[in-house]
């Protein structure tokens, strides 16, 4: 049992980590980004893009994937504000509608985009990358042993731990980012009221572009270790991680950061439950199910506050 | 044109009144709407004379199915502005309900109408009922959830639906000892419900609870205050379209006699969608032929470019930017005449009720 909670916990940690971007962006426009999923495929992408095409990189050891995070980070980043300000930005004062289509149209653009560009196989993630290789040893037999961590009577790999730290460390500062910066308070004024903020003097287009950099970033960052762990990238992967992303953030209650990590772990967690109680074809079920009925007893969700309609 | 929130105005009443009495010309907008509607309809029912190869039928028949679909969730959509993500599961719904129920149970297959309606009628209160209470973006999302659930389900319940291979030997429509079995014979089943649709969906929208949904969808809360219950409304508009894809389903898998759960994933439902907002949400003439556009665009495509959902998603993009209300926008009676409602854009409170929508009043 330790295990699944465990297994749940690190499923759940890439869940918060585009759970956030979701939230960000729906608390501060109040659009859905359909596209978030797909930044997160994207950014998996150009990480084994780097991994093949960057000179050397494969003699940085583990130092590789600091650099391909570094590149992913701002190549997503920029892609989410180039999206923000292309797509969503000539119709925000349009119909919710309309946006959200427009939002649907993006994801496909980037999906089939990425399959124009990288074929429509799997991609193999590159032995150069792989976080498995750099965190085991190589025991008397020759095969490579992962190294893990005992907790009660479950194991963590080493691997599952670096990218949990990680997720942890970054939630922990961006709620510092959004608390207590200047940006932060910005961010938080546009999402209360956008107008009284512009009123204000808060740059709202610059506030919202930021925002969707943090949360592609994040997205991007969510990609590369995906890839890094999984080790293998598809270009529709970002459409149902995204999908569950988003469950985890209704979840915890859109618009909320730590509603967001709560959320995605509680959805990590109740997957995990539901692939040792039903069997791993199930799962993606198991999650909508809970979503729908979760939505009928509290649709606030776990942290959410009730929010007035946009028209 | 430059959108904003005041493009959503509606016509004064009396205008609409003033133009059902002017003269009817053959070379006015409405006039010329007429003729293309009567040129469709003949186009359509002789078709199968003009070429009755069993590719262009079943590309008719295909086009037709679809053309049934996005008028469903032109409804759910367009009309009540309820953003539907998973249309295909009631799709779904209808097809494997009437699969099973005739394969394994040997029913006839009109007996398994009233079946697929229930079906879908309990698919859609599942579905629509908790979540239409709530805000229209977590509708979309439950609606994808639950295209994704219907899939799942299809493809892993192998007693029942017979998993990833589907259900196959689906008969035909048999009445008494007369069975329909010559593929022309589908294409025209197909017509005749598409016919109806086309008359009686438009009919429905322009009475009082078509009235409602589009006052729901215009404001909510306004629509509250004027004594419609919002909740009711939009589970009907919702349920109708549900019925509406389960029996375009039905006709889908007497036709292929064949269901399969790769039929149904989430890109068949973008596409519908696509369809409905490409022609224009809440138009029928543009629901049409937003439907024409997906269906043969691909089959047009195939030979020249493989990649063409990426067509799609940038066609989708640039409607959307470009021309919002779709090409042949409910606003207006042909795709290139002026917005019906441009003079009255100044005014700065919009007015949120209507009786009266350009494209209703006449046949398309």
Same mark, same amino acid.
């Given at each position: 049992?330790?295990?699944?909670?465990?297994?749940?916990?690190?499923?759940?940690?890439?869940?918060?980590?585009?759970?956030?971007?979701?939230?960000?962006?729906?608390g501060?426009?109040?659009?859905?980004?359909?596209a978030?999923g797909?930044?997160?495929?994207?950014?998996?992408?150009?990480?084994?893009?780097? !991994?093949?095409?960057?000179?050397?990189?494969?003699?940085?050891?583990?130092?590789?994937?600091?650099?391909?995070?570094?590149?992913?980070?701002?190549?997503?980043?920029?892609?989410?504000?180039?999206?923000?300000?292309?797509?969503?930005?000539?119709?925000?004062?349009?119909?919710?509608l309309?946006?959200?289509?427009?939002?649907?149209?993006?994801?496909?653009? !980037?999906?089939?985009?990425?399959?124009?560009?990288?074929?429509?196989?799997?991609?193999?993630?590159?032995?150069?990358?792989?976080?498995?290789?750099?965190?085991?040893?190589?025991?008397?037999?020759?095969?490579?042993?992962?190294?893990?961590?005992?907790?009660?009577?479950?194991?963590?790999?080493?691997?599952?731990?670096?990218? !949990?730290?990680?997720?942890?460390?970054?939630?922990?500062?961006?709620? !510092?980012?959004?608390?207590?910066?200047?940006?932060?308070?910005?961010?938080?004024?546009?999402?209360?009221?956008?107008?009284?903020?512009?009123?204000?003097?808060?740059?709202?287009?610059?506030t919202?572009?930021?925002?969707?950099?943090?949360?592609?970033?994040?997205?991007?960052?969510?990609?590369?270790?995906?890839?890094?762990?999984?080790?293998?990238?598809?270009?529709?992967?970002?459409?149902?991680?995204?999908?569950?992303a988003?469950?985890?953030?209704?979840?915890?209650?859109?618009?909320?950061?730590?509603?967001?990590?709560?959320g995605?772990?509680?959805?990590?967690?109740?997957?995990?439950?539901?692939?040792?109680?039903?069997?791993?074809?199930w799962?993606?079920?198991?999650?909508?199910?809970?979503?729908?009925?979760?939505?009928?007893?509290?649709?606030?969700?776990?942290?959410?506050?009730?929010?007035?309609?946009?028209? | 044109?430059?959108?904003?929130?005041?493009?959503?105005?509606?016509?004064?009443?009396?205008?609409g009144?003033?133009?059902?009495?002017?003269?009817?010309?053959?070379?006015? $907008? +409405?006039?010329?709407?007429?003729i293309?509607?009567?040129?469709?309809?003949?186009?359509?029912?002789?078709?199968?004379?003009?070429?009755?190869?069993?590719?262009?039928?079943?590309?008719?028949?295909?086009?037709l199915?679809?053309?049934?679909?996005a008028?469903g969730?032109?409804?759910?959509?367009?009309?009540?502005?309820?953003?539907?993500?998973?249309? #295909? %599961?009631?799709?779904?719904?209808?097809a494997?309900?009437?699969?099973?129920?005739?394969?394994?149970?040997?029913?006839?297959?009109?007996?398994?109408?009233?079946?697929?309606?229930? &079906?879908?009628v309990?698919?859609?209160?599942?579905?629509?009922?908790?979540?239409?209470?709530?805000?229209?973006?977590?509708?979309?999302?439950?609606?994808?959830?639950?295209?994704?659930?219907?899939?799942?389900?299809a493809?892993?319940?192998?007693?029942?639906?017979?998993?990833?291979?589907?259900?196959?030997?689906?008969?035909?429509?048999?009445?008494?000892?007369?069975?329909?079995?010559?593929?022309?014979?589908?294409?025209?089943?197909?017509?005749?419900?598409?016919?109806?649709?086309?008359?009686?969906?438009?009919?429905l929208?322009?009475?009082?609870?078509?009235?409602?949904?589009?006052?729901?969808? $215009?404001?909510?809360?306004?629509?509250?205050?004027?004594?419609?219950?919002?909740?009711?409304?939009?589970?009907?508009?919702?349920?109708?379209?549900?019925?509406?894809?389960?029996?375009?389903?039905?006709?889908?898998?007497?036709?292929?006699? #064949?269901?399969?759960?790769?039929?149904? #994933?989430?890109?068949?439902?973008?596409?519908?969608?696509?369809?409905?907002?490409?022609?224009? &949400?809440g138009?029928?003439?543009?629901?049409?032929?937003?439907?024409?556009?997906?269906?043969?665009?691909?089959?047009?495509?195939r030979d020249v470019?493989?990649?063409?959902?990426? %067509?799609?998603?940038?066609?989708?993009?640039? #409607? &959307?930017l470009?021309?919002?209300?779709?090409?042949?926008?409910?606003?207006?009676?042909?795709?290139?005449?002026?917005?019906?409602?441009d +003079? $009255?854009?100044?005014?700065?409170?919009?007015?949120?009720? +209507?009786?009266?929508?350009?494209?209703?009043?006449?046949?398309?």
């Open positions: 049992m330790t295990q699944v909670i465990l297994n749940g916990l690190f499923v759940g940690s890439f869940y918060a980590l585009i759970a956030l971007g979701y939230s960000m962006v729906y501060i426009i109040k659009l859905l980004n359909f978030h797909d930044i997160f495929m994207f950014g998996a992408y150009i990480g084994m893009t780097c !991994l093949v095409a960057i000179p050397g990189i494969g003699s940085l050891g583990i130092g590789a994937l600091a650099v391909i995070l570094l590149v992913s980070i701002v190549l997503t980043g920029t892609t989410g504000v180039l999206i923000e300000a292309l797509a969503y930005r000539p119709l925000r004062t349009a119909p919710r309309s946006v959200l289509i427009t939002a649907v149209g993006m994801s496909f653009f !980037l999906e089939y985009g990425v399959r124009q560009i990288w074929g429509p196989d799997p991609q193999p993630w590159p032995s150069n990358g792989r976080l498995s290789d750099f965190l085991s040893t190589t025991d008397a037999t020759g095969a490579k042993q992962q190294l893990s961590v005992p907790i009660f009577d479950g194991a963590l790999t080493y691997s599952q731990l670096v990218i !949990l730290a990680f997720a942890v460390v970054l939630m922990a500062a961006l709620a !510092l980012y959004i608390g207590k910066t200047r940006e932060g308070r910005a961010m938080r004024a546009i999402a209360l009221d956008q107008r009284a903020a512009s009123l204000m003097g808060v740059n709202v287009n610059a919202i572009s930021r925002v969707f950099f943090i949360g592609s970033a994040m997205a991007g960052v969510a990609g590369v270790m995906h890839g890094a762990y999984y080790s293998s990238i598809t270009f529709l992967m970002g459409f149902l991680l995204g999908l569950k988003f469950t985890a953030a209704v979840i915890g209650g859109i618009g909320n950061l730590y509603g967001a990590m709560l995605g772990l509680t959805l990590g967690l109740l997957e995990s439950i539901g692939t040792t109680l039903l069997g791993g074809e799962k993606d079920v198991f999650a909508f199910v809970f979503l729908i009925l979760f939505l009928t007893v509290k649709p606030t969700g776990i942290l959410g506050e009730r929010v007035v309609e946009r028209m | 044109m430059p959108i904003d929130a005041k493009t959503n105005l509606l016509l004064p009443p009396t205008t009144q003033a133009r059902a009495k002017a003269k009817f010309s053959w070379t006015s $907008d +409405h006039g010329i709407l007429r293309l509607g009567i040129v469709g309809i003949v186009f359509v029912f002789a078709l199968p004379l003009i070429n009755s190869g069993n590719y262009t039928i079943q590309l008719g028949t295909q086009a199915i679809y053309i049934l679909l008028l969730l032109n409804v759910v959509v367009g009309y009540a502005g309820l953003l539907d993500l998973g249309y #295909v %599961a009631f799709f779904a719904v209808g494997y309900t009437s699969g099973i129920l005739t394969t394994r149970l040997g029913w006839p297959m009109w007996a398994t109408i009233p079946a697929v309606i229930l &079906m879908c309990i698919a859609g209160i599942v579905i629509g009922g908790p979540t239409l209470r709530l805000r229209s973006d977590y509708l979309a999302i439950v609606t994808l959830g639950f295209g994704e659930i219907i899939r799942i389900v493809q892993n319940w192998e007693p029942v639906t017979g998993g990833p291979s589907g259900i196959f030997g689906i008969p035909s429509w048999s009445f008494g000892g007369f069975t329909l079995n010559k593929i022309q014979l589908y294409y025209f089943c197909a017509v005749v419900v598409l016919l109806l649709g086309c008359f009686g969906i438009p009919r929208a322009k009475g009082k609870l078509g009235r409602a949904w589009k006052a729901v969808r $215009d404001d909510e809360d306004a629509a509250e205050a004027m004594g419609i219950n919002t909740y009711t409304t939009k589970i009907t508009a919702y349920i109708i379209g549900a019925v509406w894809a389960g029996l375009a389903g039905q006709l889908q898998a007497s036709f292929i006699s #064949v269901v399969t759960p790769s039929s149904f #994933v989430f890109l068949q439902s973008a596409l519908v969608l696509m369809a409905v907002v490409i022609g224009g &949400m138009s029928v003439p543009g629901v049409i032929l937003g439907a024409i556009i997906i269906t043969l665009g691909p089959e047009l495509l470019w493989e990649n063409r959902y990426l %067509a799609f998603g940038i066609l989708l993009l640039v #409607v &959307m470009a021309r919002p209300k779709g090409l042949w926008p409910s606003t207006s009676v042909l795709p290139w005449s002026r917005d019906k409602r +003079h $009255d854009a100044k005014v700065e409170t919009p007015a949120k009720s +209507h009786d009266y929508d350009p494209q209703e009043e006449v046949p398309s």
